[in-house]
């Protein structure tokens, strides 16, 4: 069956820190993959999304390219912020037709000042 | 525009009990998705229903079902609650139904069976 695998979290980073949180995915086809955030209280927000191989998705300074050869969606950014503490989710989507998102466990981030 | 509102925000169930939880889409959206969120298992399918037709379900036992009325909004329901199924359950709305549209999630209700 389709499942997305994440790096462990938390991951704790000073501000201005790049970050990576790699993700990787097993499905047949070619699905399509996401990025959602989760903010403390709060559902999950679309971050950035990409629906062909080699694709990049771009949103706030994150971004993620679909890598089919490695069948990966890491997310990166090249600087964080305080604000950008939060849940990251990565997510495949089978192109079937059928709205089924498979999430991976997510991967907290911990930015300090 | 208001956003996914679900309601209530919390509850607290005993075993053996029946709840209903509600969704209320963003205007104009036809498609409402349900997903429960543990630590365990993580973020889990429920299902989807666009125009009142229930359009993929995910593996979970028939104590769940929903529905969808006439206006998109969406209610869950579960049956003889469980111990287990102590969870977020986040409803996420989208204007279409497909793989590549943008869900708009809820922030969800904590159930919580006693």
């Known amino acids: 069956g389709n499942s997305v695998t994440q790096m462990e979290g938390p991951v704790t980073l000073s501000e201005e820190a790049f970050l990576t949180i790699n993700c990787t995915y097993t499905?047949?086809?070619?699905?399509?993959l996401f990025w959602y955030v989760q903010y403390p209280g709060e559902g999950l927000q679309l971050l950035l999304k990409a629906t062909k191989a080699d694709d990049k998705g771009s949103n706030k300074g994150f971004e993620a390219t679909y890598r089919k050869e490695t069948t990966s969606f890491h997310l990166e950014k090249g600087s964080v912020q305080v604000s950008d503490s939060a849940v990251y989710f990565c997510?495949?989507?089978?192109?079937?037709?059928?709205?089924?998102?498979?999430f991976g466990t997510g991967t907290r981030l911990l930015v300090s000042p | 525009k208001a956003g996914v509102t679900q309601t209530p925000r919390y509850l607290i169930k005993t075993r053996g009990q029946q709840v209903t939880l509600s969704c209320s889409p963003i205007s104009g959206h036809r498609s409402v998705s349900w997903y429960q969120q543990t630590p365990g298992q993580g973020l889990q399918f429920l299902f989807e229903y666009f125009s009142e037709t229930q359009r993929n379900k995910g593996n979970f036992p028939g104590r769940f079902s929903g529905r969808q009325f006439s206006n998109s909004r969406s209610e869950m329901n579960v049956s003889t609650l469980e111990l287990g199924d102590s969870a977020l359950y986040l409803c996420?709305?989208?204007?279409?139904?497909?793989?590549?549209?943008?869900?708009?999630f809820g922030s969800g209700t904590q159930l919580s069976v006693l």
């Open positions: 997510a495949l989507s089978q192109n079937t037709g059928f709205q089924k998102l498979v």
């Open positions: 499905a047949t086809g070619y699905p399509s």
């Open positions: 996420a709305s989208s204007l279409d139904s497909g793989a590549n549209e943008k869900l708009f």
